[in-house]
């Protein structure tokens, strides 16, 4: 099983600065890697795919990189409704696939 | 509007049967393949299970910690997926989502989610 390992746990943001979290793979995934976005009480929304690919409506300052095992989610000009839980998940073995633990995006 | 609309979940006894819907809208229900995944209280996402697309057959798919005891099936003529859940334990306990896979071939991302239904399994 491919573990996907996020960091950090938690990230302590002021709106309008810069986040950048972190997901690293146990072994190469390639570019099959997609973010998601919770919210609170919320299903997970597809912020990105293919590492770099920004899903039909996601704004531009949500951008993904990486490739192989060091995968990076970067949201610039945090804004008020970007406080949320990311997930990163790999798909290069589905199924099952497998989900990193999560990072929370929090307000300092 | 592509829209997924759950129903069904609730509090069930330890070994009781349950079944849960996915109602799709706005979009070609049978060419996608949908997914089932779950989040126990306080935790990470993880996969339960999948159909296929009508297209290419339409097979179900399992994690092994719910194999032999949950069925996935789709209706087409209703746009519904269905994921039945039997011998339920306390580990079922968790919201429940579906998903669309968002291509037919099988994109193994996933671009639309229903809003997630509750299952909690005690005694």
């Known amino acids: 099983e491919i573990v996907m390992t996020q960091s950090p746990a938690t990230l302590s943001v002021s709106p309008g600065e810069r986040a950048t979290l972190s997901c690293t793979a146990s072994q190469s995934v390639g570019s099959n890697l997609a973010w998601y976005q919770q919210k609170p009480g919320q299903a997970p929304r597809l912020l990105i795919h293919g590492a770099s690919t920004r899903a039909t409506g996601i704004p531009a300052r949500f951008s993904g990189g990486g490739s192989g095992t060091q995968f990076t989610l970067a949201i610039t000009g945090l804004q008020s409704e970007d406080f949320a839980v990311y997930y990163c998940?790999?798909?290069?073995?589905?199924?099952?696939?497998?989900f990193g633990q999560g990072t929370k995006v929090e307000i300092k | 509007e592509v829209q997924l609309v759950q129903s069904g979940g609730g509090l069930v006894n330890p070994g009781r049967s349950l079944r849960l819907s996915c109602t799709a809208s706005g979009f070609s229900f049978s060419i996608h393949p949908m997914i089932w995944f779950r989040q126990a209280p306080g935790k990470g996402l993880e996969w339960v299970g999948l159909?296929?697309?009508?297209?290419?057959?339409?097979?179900?798919e399992y994690a092994a910690s719910v194999q032999g005891r949950f069925s996935i099936s789709r209706d087409d003529s209703k746009s519904v997926a269905y994921l039945q859940m039997n011998s339920l334990k306390t580990e079922d306990t968790a919201m429940y989502y579906c998903?669309?896979?968002?291509?037919?071939?099988?994109?193994?991302?996933?671009?639309?989610w229903g809003q997630g239904t509750l299952v909690a399994v005690s005694s």
């Open positions: 998903a669309r896979d968002a291509d037919r071939n099988g994109a193994y991302y996933f671009d639309f």
């Open positions: 998940h790999q798909y290069n073995n589905w199924p099952p696939g497998t």
């Open positions: 159909i296929g697309s009508t297209p290419y057959g339409g097979r179900p």
